[in-house]
């Protein structure tokens, strides 16, 4: 079986001859650059022998789409720099639209070149953040700030949640249209007992999320929820329309991957702790980690990868475990 196959298997709570298996992480230097970051992106996925490639664009790119201003690091293992922000305060909520493009334009044509590259029979899926999570980088990365803006000022920051909604349903559907099997929705910690409560969140930020889910192109078939984070308002995945959701099972409070195949009713997309196993443990950790989890779920519904993206410092033995631990 191709990787298709096997994540065609997955999503459908089968298990072809194997899980899927994938991991993703930045490559800080190359992000800047489309070509440098579809090259290195293929390169990995060949390397460690990916059956899909989740893609891992700058992360400001979104928040540079609509007027934040980033600079690169210029080291490997750190991320771009913020000089200024989009949205310095309340009232600069009415003036956020979409004014860099080109931040934007040059994921579509990365991962057109990756696709290209890999060919169909491994899926790549692109990364989109929700208007809630592009939002919280708008005013300098601050959850609190950007979620008390949004209780208190609605007036003034709904309207700019749907204009970013709207920009991210059309970069989705140019994704899909250059090559990119469906997104990756990322929330990125709002959908947590830490961040607001579940009913709170079902009024004031899941109407957004649908805003984007539900114009999805049709030919967009992988796509796959991202809840981030500690103490998650899991059940939230049961309402979110995608087939497969992704979170970490080594964040306190998250279920475990076979309590989330329940709870949700979807495939379910981690298993490995990017931050532990992969990142300080051993090729023979991360195997044994690997096969736990397959062990647990009896590989039905299961797409192997970390739980959010490995840091870049992880090494490339263990990477490579992810799939040796079940490919034999």
């Not at 893609?55 to 979104?62: D, E, N, V």
């Not at 796959?224 to 992704?246: K, Q, T, Y």
């Not at 080594?250 to 379910?268: C, M």
């Amino acid at each position: 079986m191709d990787g298709r196959e096997r994540v065609e298997a997955a999503l459908a709570l089968g298990l072809g001859d194997r899980p899927p298996v994938g991991a993703w992480g930045h490559t800080y230097r190359e992000e800047w650059s489309p070509e440098d970051l579809a090259a290195i992106t293929v390169e990995r996925a060949r390397r460690f022998g990916w059956d899909f490639v989740k893609f891992q664009p700058r992360a400001s790119s979104f928040a540079e789409a609509f007027g934040s201003v980033y600079q690169p690091s210029g080291h490997k293992l750190k991320g771009p720099l913020m000089e200024s922000a989009a949205v310095p305060d309340v009232e600069s909520w009415r003036d956020v639209s979409l004014v860099n493009a080109n931040a934007l334009d040059d994921q579509v044509s990365s991962i057109g070149i990756v696709a290209r590259e890999l060919g169909p029979g491994v899926p790549v899926i692109q990364t989109v953040f929700s208007p809630i999570t592009v939002a919280g980088y708008l005013v300098g990365k601050s959850k609190s700030r950007a979620l008390r803006e949004l209780r208190r000022s609605p007036e003034l920051m709904r309207p700019a949640l749907e204009r970013i909604a709207d920009s991210l349903v059309e970069f989705s559907r140019r994704s899909v249209a250059a090559g990119a099997a469906g997104v990756f929705y990322a929330i990125s910690g709002y959908a947590s007992k830490d961040a607001l409560p579940e009913a709170v969140y079902r009024e004031l930020v899941l109407p957004l999320d649908l805003l984007v889910l539900e114009r999805l192109p049709s030919e967009a078939w992988f796509n796959v929820v991202h809840l981030c984070g500690s103490h998650l308002h899991f059940g939230l995945s049961r309402d979110l329309p995608v087939p497969a959701v992704s979170w970490s099972v080594h964040n306190q409070g998250n279920p475990s991957l076979t309590e989330g195949r329940q709870i949700s009713g979807k495939a379910v997309m981690g298993g490995l702790g990017q931050r532990s196993t992969l990142l300080y443990g051993s090729p023979t950790t991360v195997e044994a980690e690997a096969r736990r989890a397959v062990g647990e779920t009896g590989g039905r519904g299961l797409i192997l990868a970390p739980g959010c993206s490995v840091p870049p410092r992880a090494r490339d033995g263990n990477l490579a475990a992810m799939v040796s631990a079940i490919a034999a």
